[in-house]
């Protein structure tokens, strides 16, 4: 049986279809471009930007400082239309990440919104202990914290408020970048062990040497005002070193200006009044 031949699309057919499809086209861009636009209308309503930014928990840090840098960033527009003030939309890692590299003196940031006012909660870093240079004026002293990174200046005080770290001369402030530890963080938290350690046993720590040779020497003070200076290697543990001063201290009598731990269980000092070194051995 013969097969009927295919037929074929007349032009005016195919032209039908192509208009049909051509309309459908045009309603759906219409109906997203009329959708777009009722979102970027919503977006921009008044109620729903930001208006008022508050900053809080600043000590040394200008508060304008702080509103200009923030203002700067919800100050311009998604797609040149939807303004960043929106609070659905505001940039707020891109705030945090900003504020911490713009102020060294900030440890942290949290943002916090209460209808259209931007909160700015900021911590700034707390003050652990002075750092200065053996080779530099001591205007040159700056704060550290508990991290090891210094942040600002610190100025003289009178009396002990904070313990000092000294740095060997040539290592001067810009050779360490301001947002990097100035030492080991560890070494750092363990050199603040030790001193509170030792104050423990009656001394009141006020300075801490650290030399190129990996040793360190820090003067303390006795309740008297007399001087002592505690020698011990970079290397040893708080543990260790505390633990051979407390059995010294333990056995030893007398007032003491020098008083070295750098050689494990056996201790050397030196006596008020210029008496002779001599050494004892701290394991009983």
Same mark, same amino acid.
């Given at each position: 049986?013969?097969?009927?031949?295919?037929?074929?699309?007349?032009?005016?057919?195919?032209?039908?279809?192509?208009?049909?499809?051509?309309?459908?086209?045009?309603?759906?861009?219409?109906?997203?471009?009329?959708?777009?636009?009722?979102?970027?209308?919503?977006?921009?309503?008044?109620?729903?930007?930001?208006?008022?930014?508050?900053?809080?928990?600043?000590?040394?840090?200008?508060?304008?400082?702080?509103?200009?840098?923030?203002?700067?960033?919800?100050?311009?527009?998604?797609?040149?239309?939807?303004?960043?003030?929106?609070?659905?939309?505001?940039?707020?890692?891109?705030?945090?990440?900003?504020?911490?590299?713009?102020?060294?003196?900030?440890?942290?940031?949290?943002?916090?919104?209460?209808?259209?006012?931007?909160?700015?909660?900021?911590?700034?870093?707390?003050?652990?202990?002075?750092?200065?240079?053996?080779?530099?004026?001591?205007?040159?002293?700056?704060?550290?914290?508990?991290?090891?990174?210094?942040?600002?200046?610190?100025?003289?005080?009178?009396?002990?408020?904070?313990?000092?770290?000294?740095?060997?001369?040539?290592?001067?402030?810009?050779?360490?970048?301001?947002?990097?530890?100035?030492?080991?963080?560890?070494?750092?938290?363990?050199?603040?062990?030790?001193?509170?350690?030792?104050?423990?046993?009656?001394?009141?720590?006020?300075?801490?040497?650290?030399?190129?040779? +990996?040793?360190?020497? /820090?003067?303390?003070?006795? $309740? @008297?005002?007399?001087? &002592? !200076?505690?020698?011990? =290697?970079? #290397?040893? %543990?708080?543990?260790?070193?505390? +633990?051979?001063?407390? /059995?010294?201290?333990?056995? $030893? @009598?007398?007032?003491? &200006? !020098?008083?070295?731990? =750098?050689? #494990?269980? %056996?201790?050397?000092?030196?006596?008020?009044?210029?008496?002779?070194?001599?050494?004892?051995?701290?394991?009983?």
């Amino acid at each position: 049986m013969a097969q009927r031949p295919r037929s074929l699309q007349s032009k005016k057919y195919i032209a039908k279809k192509r208009k049909r499809s051509l309309k459908i086209a045009g309603i759906v861009v219409f109906c997203v471009a009329a959708l777009f636009s009722l979102i970027v209308f919503v977006l921009r309503i008044d109620a729903f930007q930001i208006t008022t930014i508050q900053v809080s928990g600043n000590r040394g840090i200008e508060t304008e400082q702080v509103k200009e840098l923030v203002s700067a960033h919800i100050g311009a527009y998604y797609l040149g239309l939807i303004p960043k003030t929106n609070i659905f939309l505001y940039p707020a890692d891109d705030i945090v990440l900003d504020l911490v590299a713009s102020f060294i003196r900030i440890d942290g940031v949290r943002l916090a919104r209460h209808g259209e006012i931007l909160e700015v909660v900021v911590r700034e870093r707390v003050p652990e202990a002075v750092v200065c240079w053996a080779d530099l004026q001591r205007s040159a002293c700056r704060f550290s914290d508990m991290h090891a990174i210094t942040y600002a200046p610190a100025p003289e005080f009178s009396g002990k408020v904070y313990t000092e770290f000294v740095l060997p001369a040539g290592e001067t402030p810009s050779q360490t970048e301001e947002s990097a530890p100035f030492m080991d963080p560890v070494l750092f938290q363990k050199y603040l062990e030790i001193a509170a350690g030792i104050e423990k046993f009656g001394f009141s720590v006020s300075t801490i040497y650290l030399y190129d040779d +990996g040793d360190v020497v /820090l003067k303390a003070y006795t $309740a @008297k005002s007399q001087e &002592t !200076q505690f020698f011990i =290697r970079g #290397g040893d %543990s708080a543990a260790m070193v505390l +633990g051979n001063l407390g /059995l010294f201290l333990g056995k $030893a @009598k007398g007032v003491f &200006t !020098q008083i070295d731990l =750098r050689y #494990g269980n %056996s201790v050397f000092y030196k006596q008020a009044g210029g008496a002779s070194s001599t050494s004892t051995n701290a394991k009983k």
